[in-house]
């Protein structure tokens, strides 16, 4: 049966409208109009959140894990409809979906194989030493324990991986807290089907109805209902650097202050050593075209920046990157938004000093076409604003003398999700120093890849120092995000009657 969206909120397994609304703007289809939440929403579904953490934050990790993987089968069981509205809103390909519906789901499922396990709890146990001199030692537990609602911000580029059962909705329900989630207008109709498949899992399993809330709507005000709401404990956004900065600023200026786990995107600097450069430079330009082109660059992991050295190899990288890419042509955008800042962001590079262009962009409308330019690392180093994130498929081939002002380009750099670093056994030598350096700066350093593909996996690491992200101690990737929203407590003396079960005896 064809899913039709109700074009409301869900707060705590309500659908609900409100007077305000907004206009959806599908690639294809009928335009819908969707409630547009605000102050009064956010508090029923924060409150709510709060009255359902009173159990859900103290359930037994089987049972949130049960929970998590119910999600999983219900999602996948609207495996047709949530493709179908997808593509619809967003002009991703079929294929696309289905692979990021895998994604989703194969998450929420690793996450639930994580809890059961324990381990992430990092329980301690200090014995107490009852005949130590000169003072006794009491008996101390420790665990990590749930923070409280979080709020959690839909992406636009991933209706699925990091919206409404994202990443960030999947670690904070396994770690006990409840979540609100402030679905992206960008594909409202697909949050929604996800947001029924979430609170079919929870009338499946029995949890209170207050463990997920839905709040639609495209104002500023309801965004910083959200974060400001004092029962609101923490925040998770994968969005742009300047409306993540507001809602941190927000978070920060609280009366009681709140972590704020941001993800902004950077342009993952790719690093080609000069021996990997002389020995194929062309397949090396053809596999940067396919991942910049990848998606139509709408990638936080977009591969934007390539630094190489002046020398062999250099003219069949370039040859073959700009051939590869001027046979892909132009794709559709997220949105009109996205397209219109892209088109800025290319004019902006075209017009800076030193500036050459090796494949011009051609964007009409909400479709766009790569662009690739050319500057030296001398015109680099003298202009930061070459080093901002253009969202889309742009790249830019930074040329240097020789490994020692490649170096200094990588020292120069801010916060990075990833840097890359494309080498041969030959390059060792020349590579060793770059390592120490971008460690500092990114949260996941490759070697002969691409940094497009984010595995969800435990070691996995997708976050950076700023501007990358808020937070360069978290991730948004992988078991180890379930921590933002865990806070370590410790027990003294405490009986077993009264402790979480997490530490009793046995």
């Not at 064809?2 to 206009?23: M, N, Q, V």
């Not at 789901?105 to 990092?122: C, K, M, V």
């Not at 399993?205 to 404990?233: D, N, W, Y």
């Not at 001398?378 to 003398?401: K, Q, S």
Request: proline share 7%.
């Amino acid at each position: 049966m064809t899913y039709r969206p109700k074009s409301k909120h869900l707060i705590a397994g309500d659908w609900i409208g409100s007077e305000d609304s907004f206009t959806s703007q599908p690639v294809t289809g009928d335009a819908l109009s969707f409630s547009s939440g605000g102050v009064a929403e956010v508090d029923r579904a924060a409150q709510a959140a709060e009255e359902a953490f009173a159990a859900f934050g103290w359930a037994t990790r089987d049972d949130r894990a049960t929970l998590l993987d119910t999600i999983a089968e219900e999602i996948d069981a609207r495996g047709e409809d949530i493709t179908r509205l997808g593509s619809a809103e967003t002009g991703l390909p079929e294929a696309r979906l289905q692979g990021e519906r895998g994604r989703t789901t194969g998450q929420l499922r690793l996450f639930a194989d994580h809890i059961r396990n324990g381990d992430y709890l990092d329980r301690r146990h200090d014995t107490a030493l009852p005949d130590r001199a000169p003072l006794p030692r009491p008996d101390l537990k420790m665990v990590q324990r749930p923070i409280g609602p979080v709020a959690v911000f839909g992406a636009s580029n991933f209706p699925l991986a990091f919206s409404t059962a994202g990443g960030d909705t999947a670690a904070a329900l396994a770690a006990g807290c409840p979540v609100v989630v402030k679905g992206h207008p960008a594909h409202p109709a697909t949050g929604e089907i996800v947001a029924e498949a979430i609170m079919a899992a929870i009338a499946r399993c029995g949890m209170p109805a207050g463990v997920f809330s839905l709040i639609q709507g495209t104002s500023h005000e309801l965004g910083g209902a959200l974060v400001r709401h004092p029962l609101i404990k923490a925040v998770g956004f994968t969005g742009s650097l300047g409306a993540g900065r507001a809602l941190y600023d927000l978070c920060a200026a609280r009366p009681e202050p709140i972590p704020f786990f941001g993800e902004f995107g950077s342009v993952n600097p790719v690093f080609v050593m000069p021996e990997a450069l002389a020995g194929r430079g062309a397949e090396l330009g053809a596999a940067w075209a396919a991942s910049l082109g990848m998606g139509v660059g709408q990638f936080c992991t977009n591969p934007g920046i390539v630094i190489a050295p002046e020398g062999p190899g250099l003219e069949a990288f370039v040859g073959a990157a700009t051939n590869a890419l001027s046979k892909t042509g132009a794709g559709v955008m997220l949105t009109d938004g996205i397209a219109d800042s892209y088109r800025r962001g290319v004019a902006k590079v075209a017009s800076a000093r030193g500036v050459r262009e090796l494949l011009g962009a051609v964007c009409d409308r909400r479709n766009a076409a790569p662009a690739v330019y050319s500057v030296t690392a001398g015109d680099w180093l003298a202009n930061g604003a070459l080093a901002e994130e253009v969202f889309g498929p742009l790249g830019i081939l930074v040329t240097a003398a020789d490994a020692e002002q490649m170096l200094d380009v990588a020292k120069g750099l801010r916060g990075q999700l990833t840097a890359t670093l494309q080498m041969d056994a030959a390059d060792t030598d020349t590579a060793a120093p770059f390592v120490p350096v971008l460690e500092r700066k990114a949260g996941r350093l490759l070697v002969n890849g691409w940094p497009t593909g984010v595995e969800v996996a435990d070691a996995m690491v997708h976050g950076g120092p700023y501007p990358a992200s808020s937070n360069f101690g978290a991730t948004s990737v992988g078991t180890l995000s379930i921590r933002r929203f865990l806070r370590p407590v410790c027990y003294q003396n405490m009986p077993d009657s009264l402790l979480p079960a997490d530490l009793r005896a046995g």
